[in-house]
């Protein structure tokens, strides 16, 4: 969830919890508080039941769609400043474009396969297919609800106004004419559809509009229908000149309103009969034969191309289509009835993000904030000593990514310094961590990036930074074609007193500074020289080729991170049965993978007390008599993306804290190179168990998952109000 900068130097108050929603909502639909759509398992009680039973376990895809249903809500929050709300309102529309794209497909592809092999939650790819159907169509209904009714007159209330075509006045249907034939006629190109000009290739997601026409053209063929592709250079959203807009507002207007306004134009001599929005999701997942690529490379950017074209998987029109050529365009993309979503508004709200971004209104934004740091980091002087005296963590974004870059920086230009080694993932097109890697290699380090190509919508960026790098003399290497590289770590080697020394980052984040802003991570800086060493042999794994190499503290997939987890559950669920003290916390963005579960489930049944955090996907029944009635789950959204993946066991008054770059997926414990490290000053593991139970009492931004499969949002009652990441932003950025 991404797309502010929250920097500026506004002073913090006292920790404010979320408010209670005002009442008197607009929408008048049943519940809008309540996430109550289940995920296809009815509950029973199963005391003694198997652990391999599927009715334990959620189905993965309806969890998902569950968590993008939770991101939806926020629109409704009061306690959230109203662009903000349209904010959460806006990602939704991105995260179910990539739900579509990936999952979705997914699908499908495997029911044209006739494949309706069942998973671990004993369902099969069409039904739920025919679950995501519905529960899709009844949630961007009420997306198109929540804009049109609750949102869209708030905004105009404090003076942002979207115009419609038919409340143009007639200067500004003077400005639209005179915009439409300077900027949009120039660059659009419509298609007639004939034998001659068969239906075109549409780019996936683009905006297009299908016309009606009716007379003869200058070749004196029959009109009939048209295809109209918006251009993807135009903004989706045009701001109307301050002279145009009314006094006290600032107004804007879609393109696809202007479109529609002088579609005619674009077919001169004939009659427009009707002019219609709509959108084709394609299939946009990438799929390449370790044993048939030769050049990662290359391969990747032959997949790019096809990724705009792939089968079409969803289509969405203006709720004004008629019947007859939504039909024509579900035949066209080979697509059923129940792929296709008729909205009332824009069918491209994604991109109305990029308005966001130009409006001058803070106040109906979050106050922007500055990050704070640690103590040991605010006198001047070397990075590298700050470290050496003593590991430092940083908690994003309530406390500065600046360190991190600055680490980097230090390191480019010291001579002492000897080699850099780091992983990047998703880094971002313009990033102070490249740029540092350039220097360095320039300036005659020996730099090895070990770069994931294969980052999810960060293909292109990651194949442009792979290229800057190694034109700039650094070693590139693409991770191990069968396992993405997810491990967010750098390695510095130093010359001191005649010795080398090791200095390490591990985070549980991507090295990218808008998202370090956005998004809550841990960032450990180190000089032990246990962990240093085993982070030095991960690198030497990656980079070289030979047997496993023998890592000391860190758990790494895929080779000992599954075992590791799936054995400290055991020992907590040991100390359970002897009678000691048990009690275990994981934090992370997703829980699917089976061996997990059924552990978890096996320590509830010891008496652990296991509390969940779970953001996004999770696949674990809790609640069930006899299997998990000890385990609870709560998912967090707010105004960050919880990111962090931390995991706490009591351990009979031992405790141990880890942090890890890896969710507990089956991706990420078998398909990944990932990392898991201890936190080993006991200071800093306290603070995170700290920072774990401000969580757990959070009332305000917390989602209890229920037995039957639906979320409950957690409210204050007659308790004091406490939200979690207001909390810490308290806590730890910086006091003006």
């Known amino acids: 969830m991404e797309d502010r900068?929250?920097?500026?130097?506004?002073?913090?108050?006292?920790?404010?919890?979320?408010?209670?929603?005002?009442?008197?909502?607009?929408?008048?639909?049943?519940?809008?508080?309540?996430?109550?759509?289940?995920?296809?398992?009815?509950?029973?009680?199963?005391?003694?039941?198997?652990?391999?039973?599927?009715?334990?376990?959620?189905?993965?895809?309806?969890?998902?769609?569950?968590?993008?249903?939770?991101?939806?809500?926020?629109?409704?929050?009061?306690?959230?400043?109203?662009?903000?709300?349209?904010?959460?309102?806006?990602?939704?529309s991105s995260n179910l474009d990539e739900f579509f794209e990936i999952r979705v497909a997914g699908l499908k592809h495997r029911v044209t396969l006739g494949d309706e092999s069942t998973g671990f939650d004993g369902r099969s790819p069409s039904s739920v297919l025919a679950e995501i159907s519905q529960i899709a169509h009844e949630q961007i209904e009420r997306q198109y609800c929540i804009l049109n009714d609750i949102l869209l007159p708030a905004l105009e209330e404090r003076g942002l106004r979207f115009r419609r075509r038919s409340e143009w006045t007639e200067s500004q249907q003077a400005w639209a004419r005179d915009y439409f034939h300077e900027e949009i006629m120039p660059v659009i190109s419509p298609i007639g559809l004939d034998p001659s000009h068969p239906f075109p290739r549409l780019v996936n997601k683009s905006l297009n509009f299908i016309v009606q026409l009716e007379g003869k053209d200058a070749f004196g063929r029959e009109g009939g229908l048209a295809i109209l592709p918006a251009p993807r250079s135009l903004p989706r959203v045009i701001a109307l000149p301050a002279e145009l807009c009314e006094e006290g507002f600032s107004e804007a207007v879609f393109l696809s309103s202007m479109i529609h306004a002088h579609a005619e134009e674009l077919f001169p001599g004939m009659t427009v009969r009707g002019c219609y929005q709509f959108r084709l999701t394609r299939n946009a997942d990438m799929t390449m034969d370790p044993e048939e690529v030769s050049d990662l490379a290359s391969a990747l950017r032959g997949e790019l191309l096809a990724r705009r074209y792939g089968s079409g998987v969803r289509l969405e029109v203006v709720d004004t289509c008629p019947d007859e050529l939504a039909a024509f365009l579900l035949r066209e993309f080979a697509l059923g009835e129940d792929d296709l979503y008729r909205v009332k508004g824009p069918v491209n709200l994604t991109r109305m993000m990029s308005l966001l971004g130009d409006l001058e209104r803070p106040e109906l934004f979050y106050r922007p904030f500055i990050p704070g740091l640690p103590k040991n980091l605010k006198k001047d002087g070397s990075l590298f000593d700050a470290i050496a005296a003593g590991d430092i963590l940083l908690h994003h974004p309530f406390q500065s990514f600046s360190p991190v870059e600055e680490l980097l920086a230090e390191a480019a230009r010291d001579p002492s310094v000897l080699a850099i080694k780091q992983t990047l993932y998703r880094t971002g097109a313009d990033s102070p961590i490249v740029n540092s890697l350039v220097e360095a290699a320039r300036g005659g380090k020996e730099v090895t990036v070990v770069i994931e190509l294969r980052a999810r919508f960060d293909e292109a960026d990651n194949l442009v930074l792979a290229s800057r790098l190694q034109e700039a003399g650094a070693i590139v290497i693409y991770g191990v074609m069968a396992y993405k590289t997810h491990a967010k770590m750098m390695h510095i080697v130093r010359r001191e007193k005649g010795r080398l020394r090791y200095y390490v980052h591990l985070g549980t984040g991507n090295y990218h500074s808008k998202t370090a802003k956005l998004y809550t991570d841990y960032s450990l800086l180190t000089a032990d020289e246990a962990l240093c060493e085993d982070v030095h042999q991960v690198f030497q794994q990656l980079s070289g080729m030979g047997r496993a190499r023998h890592i000391e503290h860190l758990l790494h997939a895929p080779f000992t991170l599954h075992e590791g987890m799936v054995a400290m559950i055991e020992r907590e669920a040991e100390h359970a049965r002897r009678g000691r003290r048990a009690h275990l916390i994981i934090k992370c963005n997703s829980l699917t993978e089976p061996k997990l579960i059924q552990a978890l489930y096996r320590a509830s049944r010891a008496g652990v007390e296991c509390d969940l955090i779970i953001r996004g996907m999770c696949c674990l029944r809790p609640g069930v008599p006899g299997v998990s009635e000890n385990i609870r789950v709560r998912s967090i959204i707010g105004r960050f993306l919880e990111h962090t993946r931390v995991f706490y066991f009591q351990n009979n008054g031992k405790p141990e804290v880890w942090a890890s770059s890896a969710d507990f997926m089956s991706r990420n414990m078998f398909h990944r190179v990932e990392t898991c490290f201890p936190l080993r000053e006991r200071k800093l593991a306290a603070r995170v168990r700290k920072d774990l139970e401000t969580y757990l009492v959070d009332n305000c931004q917390s989602w209890r998952l229920q037995p039957d499969g639906s979320y409950i949002k957690q409210q204050p009652g007659d308790a004091a109000p406490i939200s979690a990441q207001e909390t810490l932003l308290y806590a730890y950025a910086a006091k003006a």
């Open 5 to 92: 900068s929250p920097e500026a130097d506004a002073p913090l108050t006292e920790p404010r919890a979320a408010d209670t929603p005002g009442e008197g909502s607009a929408l008048d639909t049943p519940a809008p508080r309540l996430n109550q759509t289940r995920t296809g398992i009815k509950p029973k009680a199963l005391p003694e039941a198997e652990l391999d039973d599927p009715s334990l376990y959620f189905n993965r895809e309806l969890s998902h769609l569950q968590f993008n249903i939770r991101v939806l809500e926020q629109a409704l929050d009061e306690a959230h400043p109203l662009l903000n709300r349209l904010m959460f309102l806006l990602i939704f």
